[in-house]
């Protein structure tokens, strides 16, 4: 139903700045999840950011607080893609970043944090910091 393609990773010194994206395809929705994961090595794949439209007027914004400040996450309509402009890149955010998607608004961040909630997936794109 959605087909979900990251690019943008690579590897960058401590401070640096990387911009991903996520391409969609597929069906649309009255409503949705749009989020963004990373998983290091040996580690649980963790919540980095979503954002999330219900239908109205208002796109909510969520992020993990080690990228607050740093991480923003914002959508393109006109290209159906969604982003994360990633700043002052730290050796901690090295992952395996995936984006993923649900056709539905979430309600929390616990909920947003949970991959069990999301429908889609992307191959995910690789990060690396340097110190």
């Known amino acids: 139903q959605v087909q979900l393609v990251e690019s943008g990773g690579g590897l960058v010194q401590a401070g640096g700045s990387l911009r991903l994206s996520c391409a969609a395809s597929g069906r649309t929705f009255s409503g949705y999840t749009k989020g963004w994961f990373r998983q290091a090595p040996g580690k649980e794949r963790e919540f980095v950011a979503a954002?999330?439209?219900?239908?109205?007027?208002?796109?909510?914004?969520d992020y993990a607080d080690s990228v607050k400040g740093r991480f923003t996450i914002s959508r393109d309509n006109a290209k159906n893609t969604v982003s994360l402009q990633m700043n002052s890149l730290k050796p901690e955010d090295t992952a395996v970043y995936y984006c993923?998607?649900?056709?539905?608004?979430?309600?929390?961040?616990?909920?947003?944090?949970?991959?069990?909630?999301?429908?889609?997936w992307g191959q995910g794109t690789q990060v690396t910091v340097s110190p």
């Open positions: 954002i999330r439209w219900s239908g109205g007027n208002t796109y909510y914004l």
């Open positions: 993923a998607a649900v056709g539905r608004f979430l309600t929390s961040v616990q909920t947003l944090g949970e991959l069990h909630n999301y429908d889609y």
